[in-house]
Structure formats: structure tokens, C-alpha cells
């Protein structure tokens, strides 16, 4: 049985799903990027929060850093953490996708297609982290 705290992968089984969690979190951080430079070119990107480049870099150093941390380190805390993260987006993109009347900028397919991502992202980080 493997304990509920595990500090690393050892077995080849684990170290190849931690490889697939990791490409599957560069996937989405790569459409996360595409959708905010889209977003930023249609003047979508709230203006208060700062110029649409600067989150661009910001976004690419941290997915970049979190793909490399579970590519090489391996440690299923840290994918736990990611995981939980992860899960944070949901309630926003349920509540824009089925429960906000209010028409914005985006369309509900976009954010039923964020959540389907979001979700097999939620996968594949689960399936490393819990040794599934």
C-alpha cells in the first residue's frame, strides 16, 4: 500500500505517469497562454490588471516551472498542490459557463471547453499524484 504522504516516484509504472502529467500541464498552459494573448489582441483582458505581455511572461515562467517540477522532481506534494489548484478554477468556470445570466465578452463554449481541459488536466495530475 502506498502511504498517504509519498515524497517521490520510484517505480517506472509512477515516473511514466508523472511524464504524462506533465505534458498534459504544458498542453493546457500553452492554450491557457494562446487564450490570453487572443484575449489581450480583442481588448478582452481587464485593463486595471496590468499590460497583457507581462501576464504572458508571468504565465509562461510559472507553467514552464510547474511542467519541469513535475517532470524531473517528481514529488507527489507538489502535484497534490498543483492538483488543488487546479480545482480552484472550476467554480469560476461553472458559474460563467451554466449559472451567470449576464452576457459578457466570451462565449458558454469557451467556458464549457475551459472546464472540459481543466478537468482532464485534474486527471492526469490525480493519476501521478494518488498513484492511480
Not at 511542467?67 to 498542490?81: E, H, K, P
Not at 458559474?95 to 472540459?116: D, K, M, P
Amino acid at each position: 500500500m502506498t502511504p498517504l504522504i509519498a515524497p517521490a516516484a520510484h517505480d517506472p509504472a509512477r515516473a511514466c505517469k508523472f511524464r504524462q502529467a506533465a505534458f498534459v500541464y504544458l498542453h493546457v498552459a500553452i492554450l491557457y497562454e494562446a487564450g490570453v494573448y487572443a484575449m489581450w489582441r480583442a481588448g478582452l483582458l481587464p485593463a486595471g490588471r496590468g499590460p497583457g505581455w507581462l501576464w504572458l511572461i508571468i504565465g509562461a515562467l510559472v507553467a514552464g516551472a510547474i511542467f519541469l517540477g513535475l517532470l524531473r522532481w517528481q514529488n507527489v506534494i507538489f502535484a497534490r498542490v498543483i492538483w488543488a489548484l487546479q480545482a480552484l478554477r472550476l467554480p469560476a468556470l461553472i458559474g460563467s459557463a451554466f449559472i451567470s445570466t449576464a452576457e459578457g465578452g466570451l462565449t458558454r463554449g469557451f467556458y464549457i471547453t475551459a472546464i472540459v481541459v481543466v478537468t482532464i488536466n485534474l486527471w492526469m495530475l490525480a493519476r501521478a499524484a494518488w498513484d492511480l
